[in-house]
């Protein structure tokens, strides 16, 4: 998957999501965030190693799987970090006053440039 496409995709699934949502989420306490972050990365580990079970381990499927599983459990470990280091969980007053989809979309295509 190219870049475009998966920025393409996750704007589409930031649309769905305040479609069936709301713009609720960005209202939600730091904290609340943090856990369903954390819980993206445990299941983009443990899918993939259900994925990985269908194969050998020393086919390429199951060493780009592992690699998957690997990059969720560092970036779990980056996110647990930054959110002791930072003063998160203050719910100091936002920047953006009235976030929703086009703040997350415009800082998101901003992000993976």
């Known amino acids: ?15 769905m999501g305040a479609a069936e ?22 299941d983009v580990a443990t ?3 259900i994925w990985a079970c269908k194969y050998s381990s020393s086919s390429p499927t199951h ?7 690997k990059g969720a459990k560092s970036l779990h470990e980056d996110l647990n970090k930054a959110w ?3 003063a998160v969980g203050e719910n100091i007053p936002a920047v953006n006053p009235s976030p929703g989809v086009s703040s997350a979309s ?4 901003k992000c993976l440039e």
């Open 1 to 15: 998957m190219t870049s475009n496409k998966f920025l393409e995709n996750a704007l589409y699934r930031l649309e």
């Open 47 to 49: 899918w993939s190693s």
């Open 63 to 69: 060493l780009k799987l592992k690699k998957i599983a």
């Open 106 to 109: 415009a800082w998101l295509e």
């Open 21 to 42: 949502y709301g713009d609720e989420s960005f209202y939600r306490k730091d904290a609340d965030l943090l856990k369903e972050v954390s819980e993206e990365l445990f």
């Open 84 to 86: 002791a280091e930072m």
